[in-house]
C-alpha cells in the first residue's frame, strides 16, 4: 500500500502546469503583450500608445492576463503627450503667425530685393551742357488715351533744383520732390500734365512686389498702352552714359522712394511714371525724376501690402488705387 508524504512533503508536479510547479498551485499569469507595447508606444509615439492601450484592456477583459494597470498607464501617458504634443503644435502655429505678421508690418526700408553692396548705385550726376535748353515732345503715331496740350518746347529752367509736387490717391497721399535740376524735360512734363489735370481720376493699373517692387500709374486707359499722344528723350541717369557703352544696359539700384518714368524704349517717355517702395534693380534707362517723401512711402508700403489682384508679383493692385489729383507747387 502507497502511504501519501506527510504535509509539506513533496508534492507531485501536474502534467498541465509549466515545470517546477507543484501540483495545486496554478503558476502566475503572465502579464499581456499589448499592456506593455502600450506603455512603451507611449513613450515613442503617444498616438500609437493609446491604441495599444485600448487593445490591451479589450484583450484583459478576456484573458484573465495581468497588465490591466500598465495599460492604463500606457492609456494616460500616451493622452498626456499628445495633448502636449497638440499644444505645442498650436503654439508654434501661433508664434508663425506672430512673425509674419511682424515681419510684414516691418518698415520697408529695412529689406531690400536688391543685394545692398554687391549691385552698382545710380551714376553720379554730372549736368550734360545742354541741360534743360531744347526739350522737345514730338507726338507720337498713337493718338492720346486722354486730351492734353503737349508741354512748352525749348529751353526750360533747372532752378530751383527741386520743385514740390503732390499726389492725392482714394489710398493716400504721395508728396514728392522732383529734381528739376537733374531732369527738367522730364519735370516740365510731369508739372504740365498735373495742371491740365490729365491724372485725375486714372487708376494707377500695375503692382510689382518681385525683383522689381513699383507702383506704375499715369495711364488713363489703365492697361499699360495709354500715353499722352507724344513722347521726349531720356534725362538722367540715361545722358551720363555713351550711347555706345555696354553699362548702359547693367542694372543699377534704383533706390527706395524714387519717381521714375516709365517707358517702351530710350526716347518713349510719355506720361506713365513708377514709384520705387523697395531697392530695386533696373537699367540705367529710366529717367529718375524725383523722390518719394516719408509719408508718401507708408502709402506705397500699405498698397504694396495688399499685393496684387490676381496674387502674382505684377498685376493690377488687389485694392484699386485712382489717383484723384496731382499738383505742382
Avoid: W
Avoid at 490591451?56 to 484573458?63: A, D, G, K, N, Y
Avoid at 515681419?103 to 526700408?109: G, V
Avoid at 488715351?145 to 490717391?169: F, L
Avoid at 513699383?214 to 495709354?226: E, H, I, V
Amino acid at each position: 500500500m502507497t502511504v501519501p508524504p506527510p504535509y509539506g512533503g513533496h508534492q507531485p508536479e501536474h502534467p498541465g502546469y509549466p515545470v517546477g510547479y507543484p501540483a495545486g498551485y496554478p503558476p502566475p499569469a503572465r502579464t499581456n503583450g499589448m499592456a506593455i507595447a502600450a506603455l512603451v508606444s507611449s513613450l515613442v509615439f503617444a498616438p500609437l500608445g493609446i491604441v495599444f492601450g485600448h487593445i490591451s484592456l479589450s484583450q484583459l477583459r478576456h484573458s484573465g492576463e495581468q497588465g490591466r494597470g500598465v495599460a492604463i498607464a500606457g492609456l494616460i501617458i500616451g493622452y498626456v503627450m499628445t495633448a502636449l504634443a497638440l499644444v505645442t503644435v498650436v503654439f508654434v502655429v501661433l508664434f508663425a503667425v506672430v512673425v509674419v505678421q511682424t515681419a510684414e508690418n516691418m518698415p520697408r526700408q529695412d529689406r531690400y530685393t536688391a543685394t545692398p553692396g554687391t549691385n552698382p548705385d545710380l551714376p553720379a550726376f554730372a549736368p550734360p551742357q545742354n541741360l534743360g535748353a531744347n526739350c522737345q515732345y514730338p507726338a507720337t503715331t498713337e493718338p492720346a488715351a486722354k486730351r492734353v496740350t503737349p508741354p512748352r518746347t525749348g529751353k526750360v529752367p533747372t532752378e530751383p533744383a527741386t520743385v514740390p509736387a503732390g499726389i492725392v490717391t482714394n489710398r493716400g497721399s504721395l508728396g514728392l520732390k522732383l529734381a528739376n535740376n537733374k531732369a527738367p524735360c522730364t519735370v516740365n512734363n510731369f508739372a504740365s500734365l498735373a495742371s491740365q489735370g490729365f491724372f485725375d481720376g486714372t487708376q494707377c493699373h500695375r503692382l510689382t512686389t518681385g525683383d522689381l517692387a513699383t507702383l506704375q500709374c499715369g495711364d488713363p486707359s489703365a492697361d499699360g498702352t495709354g500715353g499722352p499722344g507724344y513722347r521726349f528723350p531720356n534725362e538722367y541717369p540715361t545722358n551720363q552714359y555713351r550711347l555706345s557703352d555696354p553699362a548702359v544696359q547693367r542694372p543699377v539700384v534704383y533706390p527706395r522712394g524714387t519717381v521714375a518714368m516709365a517707358n517702351a524704349g530710350p526716347g518713349t517717355n510719355g506720361s506713365q511714371f513708377f514709384l520705387v517702395y523697395e531697392d530695386s534693380l533696373l537699367p540705367p534707362t529710366y529717367t529718375v525724376f524725383g523722390t518719394v517723401d516719408t509719408t508718401g512711402l507708408a502709402t506705397l508700403d500699405a498698397i504694396a501690402a495688399g499685393g496684387t489682384a490676381d496674387g502674382s508679383d505684377d498685376g493690377k493692385p488687389a485694392t484699386p488705387v485712382t489717383i484723384k489729383s496731382a499738383s505742382v507747387d
